[in-house]
């Protein structure tokens, strides 16, 4: 299997679109999901550099070009499964730059197929910190 074949984290459309239109009016932007009660259950977008991620974070891969990040404890429970960053109507987290878009980010998933779990196995993502 290519190196390049499993990915961790995707976007939509509608979520590559909502990137795009925050990194143009805000430049670039970084993701977080960290499991937390609220709003930390869901992906927030914060302007890249203003959240610092540490060592109990996993980088998960790039949406749009930017990095995504989960916490350690909440990837324990989500590595079985493809993240797919969605939009849906509605208000984002208080901190999330998407809030005032009438907008949200919303995580969907889907599990890895048993080969595609093989190979993400060998191959651990990296920690931030």
Do not use: K
Not at 24 to 48: K, T
């Amino acid at each position: 299997m290519a190196e390049s074949s499993v990915a961790r984290v995707s976007a939509t459309p509608a979520a590559l679109a909502l990137i795009a239109r925050l990194r143009e009016q805000h430049g670039d932007v970084m993701f977080h999901q960290s499991g937390g009660c609220c709003d930390g259950s869901a992906p927030m977008c914060y302007l890249r550099g203003e959240f610092i991620v540490g060592a109990s974070d996993v980088w998960l891969g790039e949406i749009g070009g930017m990095p995504f990040y989960m916490s350690d404890a909440q990837f324990a429970y989500w590595e079985h499964t493809h993240l797919i960053i969605d939009v849906v109507p509605g208000t984002g987290g208080m901190f999330s730059l998407e809030r005032p878009t009438g907008l949200r980010f919303l995580t969907r998933s889907h599990l890895y197929a048993d080969e595609e779990a093989a190979w993400l196995a060998a191959h651990p993502p990296q920690r931030a910190g």
